[in-house]
């Protein structure tokens, strides 16, 4: 299973040159609030089952985004804010700006509280909100360059530069684990 694992995140990791920016991605639109994004931070990479992902504040933005009851598609683009929810028998894999993946597994639930990502910049920040389900990731440039953190129910983990998998069982406890490549 780690050798699956790892191969997945590295499908991902690998999958994301199409999502490296040369520029910064802004990260707020002229006619938006501040704390609106509307540009995207990512991109789904993979998808099997049921699962959506809620834009909560897509009315205010000026983007063409699927429906909140729509299924999500490979190749559709996640903001700041969503909500990612995964079905029974789902996955997801959802590669970022800065080359962090995450891989979702069934009955999950994340939202993407926060990422601010500039490729020169050093205040880069990420917030996850992970509730519900099994997650692997990858992380990337902003672990490197700022502030990565992933929230569970029973804490919040600060990530600099590794691939951590988290599980949170149903009775609200939390496993976490470093996956590590076998040779």
């Known amino acids: 299973m780690r050798a699956h ?21 802004s990260q707020s639109a002229a006619q938006a609030p501040a704390n609106l994004d509307a540009n995207p931070i990512g991109k ?10 809620e834009h909560p504040a897509a009315i205010l ?26 079905g029974p028998d789902s996955k997801l894999g959802v ?7 995450f891989s979702v597994s069934a009955n999950a639930r994340m939202e993407l509280n926060d990422f601010v990502y500039d490729p020169r910049g050093h205040s880069n ?8 389900g099994t997650f692997t990731f990858i992380a990337g440039e902003v672990a490197h360059t700022g502030n990565m953190l992933v929230k569970t129910p029973v804490g919040t983990m600060g990530i600099r530069g590794t691939a951590p998998r988290v599980e949170i069982l149903n009775d609200g ?10 040779k």
């Open 5 to 25: 694992g790892i191969g997945l995140l590295s499908a991902l990791y690998f999958g994301l040159t199409a999502l490296q920016p040369t520029v910064a991605w």
């Open 44 to 53: 789904v990479l993979i998808v099997e089952g049921v699962v959506r992902v």
């Open 61 to 86: 933005v000026t983007a063409n985004l699927p429906g909140n009851g729509e299924q999500t598609k490979l190749g559709d683009l996640v903001y700041r804010g969503d909500i990612i929810q995964t």
């Open 125 to 132: 920040s990420s917030l996850m909100s992970l509730t519900k």
């Open 173 to 182: 406890s939390v496993k976490f684990s470093t996956l590590i490549e076998q």
């Open 95 to 101: 590669g970022f700006t800065d080359g962090s993946s």
